[in-house]
């Protein structure tokens, strides 16, 4: 009798409701670190202070007033006024205010201060990071949590193989939340951007291992509807910092209240408990037995009578079962199909990522209120969830991801074409292309976990996670091209990334109803199990 035989007897019940609430949680807390950033280091609206047409009292100064046109030179591409420069005056005319008193042709940066659409306190407010110039480390703070994630992620993996799933969850979460804590009280750019890069490491692996974690209680036929409703509480996370930016308008404060509540995770060391599979490949047949008793409690239901290792069995590996990372990496390129399979996959992983979060922080430029358009786009992520349940169920998965990525691609384009008098549609079309590629980002979580083994599962599926941060990292640098180019670039760059994206995806393996792999030999035989099964049906 193997794990899946014994949970098909405890079934699916209490035990996995409880875990799908805490793990819910813990989903949720992991996409406060890899969002915050787009409040805490926003750019903002401003544009110089105009002596003398500017009311000399700060709260009745206006973003946009009446005389604003021959004032202060707009720009073209996005037909806001420019942040850092004015018209010159005419000294003869003293500190009047009327179109005669400034020079058109002419120029000057601004000395007097600046004027904001909303009074907001950010670092780039805070730490003087004003005017186009400076643009570039506002970005810089995007890229920075990237490629902390990128650092990070195959680290965590490599703990949660080593020393367990659960206790890999909850240091990632409480460490993360002390350094965010922290943070908030940063006196300077640089000290800001050593802690940004310091909590990103610590909080890259969060979702990932929680995600592995969570799967590893549920059989096959439960998984895609299981993790679906996990994944509907990631975007809530979201959406609570969106949620409390809006409020307190201070990145010292929403760094504070978003993290203190991620002490709480400490408790996860009594509350939940460790991967069954990871203890069996440990040796620890006595604590799969406690846990399975565990299950069968909660759930009501009876268990058999089970004794250590003999009637539960222990998966023959290649290599020893305490082998290193170093020993799985010799697996992988020693298996020209896994290792092909990774390098697919991981490029997959690069234009998820590269257009997923690419359309999260654009959603703060997109006209109105960027609070509200940036929950929406969170938002819409939960239908996503739902229908990549829906999908899945009726597509194969790298159909599935192919058509998402198709469906981002085009709307990505289609995007560029509707004028920006028709605001509702364009935010109606960048809803979809959000919506497509979160569904995408469902299925690929669920597609990598089903083609890899489980001895090294975790591993490579931080491994993927982690070049996937190469397409996160540029994400930022993509208000650059707006910056410079025009927005219409941004989203060319996401749709064609998106098709390249389908086409790859199509020579991937099909996991659709496999059983999880646990050797490499059943990891390469995925194709053919799916052709005898289809054969045999």
């Known amino acids: 009798m193997n794990i899946d035989s014994v949970l098909v007897t405890v079934g699916m019940g209490r035990y996995q409701f409880a875990g799908c609430v805490l793990f819910g949680l813990m989903i949720m807390y992991s996409n406060v670190s890899p969002v915050t950033y787009v409040f805490t280091a926003g750019d903002l609206k401003y544009r110089c202070m105009i002596p003398g047409c500017d009311s000399p009292d700060p709260a009745e100064r206006t973003y ?199 002490l709480l995770f400490l408790s996860y060391l009594w509350l939940t408990e460790e991967s069954m599979r990871w203890l069996e490949m440990q040796g620890k047949h006595d604590r799969v037995i406690d846990v399975l008793k565990r299950i069968a409690g909660i759930n009501r239901k009876s268990l058999p009578v089970l004794r250590p290792n003999t009637q539960i069995e222990t998966t023959n590996y290649d290599d020893d079962n305490d082998a290193k990372y170093v020993n799985i990496l010799k697996d992988v390129i020693g298996s020209p199909t896994i290792l092909f399979r990774l390098i697919r996959c991981s490029f997959v992983w690069i234009a998820i990522t590269l257009v997923y979060y690419g359309l999260t922080i654009c959603a703060t430029d997109i006209a109105g209120d960027k609070y509200l358009n940036f929950s929406l786009v969170e938002f819409i992520e939960i239908p996503a969830c ?38 509702l549609i364009k935010l109606s079309i960048f809803l979809i292309s959000k919506l497509a590629i979160s569904v995408a980002f469902c299925v690929i979580y669920m597609l990598t976990v089903e083609i890899f083994p489980t001895r090294m599962r975790a591993t490579l599926l931080s491994v993927c996670s982690m070049i996937g941060r190469v397409g996160s990292m540029l994400a930022p640098q993509t208000t650059l091209l707006t910056e410079y180019f025009g927005s219409y670039v941004t989203m060319l760059v996401f749709g064609v990334t998106a098709l390249v994206a389908a086409a790859i995806t199509m020579t991937l393996p099909e996991s659709k109803n496999i059983k999880l792999p646990d050797t490499v030999v059943e990891a390469e035989r995925i194709d053919r199990l799916l052709s005898e099964n289809i054969e045999n049906s």
């Open 386 to 423: 739902l229908l990549n349940w829906l999908i899945m169920e009726g597509l194969s998965r790298k159909m599935s991801l192919s058509c998402m990525f198709i469906l981002s691609g085009f709307t990505s384009f289609l995007y560029n074409l509707v004028p920006d008098t028709f605001l």
């Open 64 to 262: 946009d007033p009446a005389w604003l046109r021959f004032t202060t030179p707009y720009r073209e591409d996005t037909g806001l006024p420019r942040k850092c420069q004015r018209y010159s005056r005419n000294p003869a005319n003293g500190s009047r205010c009327a179109p005669g008193d400034f020079d058109s042709n002419a120029m000057e940066l601004c000395r007097d201060g600046w004027v904001f659409e909303d009074i907001e306190n950010t670092i780039g407010t805070e730490f003087g990071l004003m005017c186009e110039e400076k643009k570039w480390k506002l970005s810089m703070v995007g890229t920075v949590n990237n490629f902390g994630q990128f650092i990070g992620i195959p680290v965590t993996g490599i703990i949660a193989d080593k020393f367990g799933r659960k206790f890999a969850m909850v240091f990632c979460a409480v460490t993360s939340a002390i350094i965010s804590i922290i943070q908030s009280f940063s006196v300077n750019y640089q000290m800001f951007l050593v802690l940004e890069l310091l909590t990103s490491i610590v909080s890259s692996g969060i979702y990932t291992v929680t995600f592995v974690l969570a799967m590893e209680l549920v059989l096959p036929n439960h998984r895609v509807l299981y993790y679906s409703i996990l994944e509907c509480f990631y975007p809530i996370g979201a959406i609570l910092v969106a949620f409390i930016a809006s409020l307190v308008k201070d990145w010292r404060l929403l760094l504070q209240i978003a993290n203190i509540p991620g």
